[in-house]
């Protein structure tokens, strides 16, 4: 089995937000799900918005952010560093999700990272744009995530930065020269968007050639990316499959509305799915380059029946899924879509024959070695699992209560929901790592299980 550098089962008690540790005995499903389901807005495009907001030329108005762990992290950074972020009505509230954000003068700050890639990954490029020492630091797993690769990117551009993990500190000089450079980003997309997102404030904008042997992971993600830049009146293009150019120039003040999170709308799909039941979803985009948006396809090739009902004028309705009386089994190339990994390994282990899912080997440096993670938990509750150089093989096999380790990692929590919906006895041990992205999800799966039929 491949090896990691990342927690193991053991160290998964001493993992989560803020070293707090919270039991949770999974509900089972007393029959099949009935429920309809709203969704808090997207991490990745809350994310996103915020940097381009900060960048822009002028005030913007984000509506329906997501408010949770990384995107409070984000907004954090992103005020210490100078930007003005407010509620509708003044000061920011702690539940506000309309805001309006204002650019100021970028200034040295202390950044908090906690477990967020968006805002180790993003922020940086931000930093070495203002003027004076900012330092990063964040949970101790996220100091074991990958990082090298957008700090040495920012170097060869003209940064000024000390380390090459966090804790890290970048001098910023208040400008930054911009160019062409090289970088390895298989790993993660994130090292893409992270310069991207600043690019056209760099003196000569950018031009970033990825170098990697494998192809870079998650390439939805970058598409969201280029599609928000476009939006702002960012002229980028792609004259490869792995190279980008930005041209230099101002970042326009948009107002957005923030589309729902799919990936986190992807374990109450699931409980539909291994339930037989229905869940409706409302407020999805028909069109979207979320990566979540894929698991429509996934839920129809395991037997569920999928619909997208009564869209309205902008292009949205309500994602209704009907689960199947078995799951059929899947193979999957997952390289576009690692994020879905623990949902649809759940999924996998209670269908009817064994799965495979490939293209996934970046997922051991997310926020832990998610492959490792989900074969020791799928293992522990019964199903056979076998752990591949670039995935995993699921076996499925009758299952049963055993403890189930979150490893300070929402999608691992959410994966053992979704086996507990029908093994008696999960209790996942870190539920309040859900926060990272969906603050509330426990509160949430009880009043979708509240409405079974």
């Not at 970028?106 to 330092?135: H, I, N, Q, Y």
């Not at 150089?389 to 979704?418: K, Q, V």
Request: with cysteine.
């Amino acid at each position: 089995m491949p090896t990691s550098s990342h927690p193991g089962p053991a160290d998964a008690a001493s993992m989560g937000d803020n070293d707090q540790v919270s039991h949770w005995n999974a509900p089972v499903a007393a029959g099949p799900v009935d429920a309809d389901v709203t969704i808090p807005g997207s991490k990745s495009l809350t994310n996103r918005a915020l940097v381009l907001a900060a960048l822009a030329d002028g005030p913007s108005r984000l509506v329906g952010t997501l408010r949770s762990r990384d995107t409070d992290l984000m907004i954090g950074a992103l005020q210490a560093l100078g930007t003005r972020i407010e509620g509708p009505s003044g000061p920011l509230g702690p539940g506000d999700t309309d805001l309006v954000i204002t650019p100021g003068e970028l200034r040295g700050a202390d950044v908090e990272c906690g477990l967020a890639g968006t805002v180790m990954r993003f922020v940086p490029s931000v930093a070495a744009l203002a003027t004076g020492r900012s330092t990063f630091d964040g949970d101790p797993a996220a100091r074991v995530r990958p990082q090298a690769t957008v700090l040495d990117a920012l170097r060869a551009l003209g940064a000024r930065i000390a380390g090459d993990s966090l804790p890290f500190t970048v001098d910023g000089a208040g400008s930054l020269r911009g160019g062409r450079v090289e970088m390895d980003a298989s790993a993660s997309s994130q090292f893409v968007s992270g310069l991207l997102l600043s690019a056209a404030r760099f003196d000569e904008g950018a031009e970033l050639v990825h170098v990697g042997a494998s192809p870079v992971p998650s390439g939805p993600h970058i598409e969201m990316t280029l599609e928000m830049l476009r939006e702002s009146g960012v002229t980028v293009d792609q004259p490869t499959p792995s190279s980008w150019r930005v041209a230099p120039g101002p970042i326009d003040a948009v107002d957005r509305v923030v589309e729902p999170d799919l990936s986190n709308a992807t374990p109450f799909l699931a409980a539909a799915a291994v339930t037989g039941g229905t869940v409706r979803v409302p407020h999805w985009p028909a069109a979207t380059t979320q990566p979540g948006d894929a698991i429509r396809v996934i839920l129809q090739a395991m037997g569920a029946t999928v619909t997208l009902e009564d869209a309205d004028g902008a292009g949205h309705g309500t994602l209704v899924v009907v689960g199947p009386s078995r799951l059929s089994p899947v193979d999957l190339d997952l390289s576009a879509i690692g994020e879905l990994t623990p949902t649809v390994a759940a999924l996998c282990a209670l269908a009817d024959g064994p799965s495979r899912l490939t293209g996934i080997a970046h997922l051991r440096g997310h926020e832990t070695d998610r492959l490792a993670a989900l074969a020791a938990e799928l293992g522990a509750v019964g199903c056979g699992v076998t752990e591949l150089d670039d995935g995993l093989e699921i076996t499925p096999a009758p299952l049963h209560g055993a403890p189930w380790r979150a490893y300070a990692d929402h999608r691992m929590a959410t994966a053992g929901a979704i086996i507990g919906l029908v093994a008696p006895g999960v209790g996942v041990d870190d539920v309040e790592s859900t926060s990272k992205t969906m603050p509330g999800f426990t509160a949430m799966w009880a009043d979708m299980l509240a409405g079974q039929g």
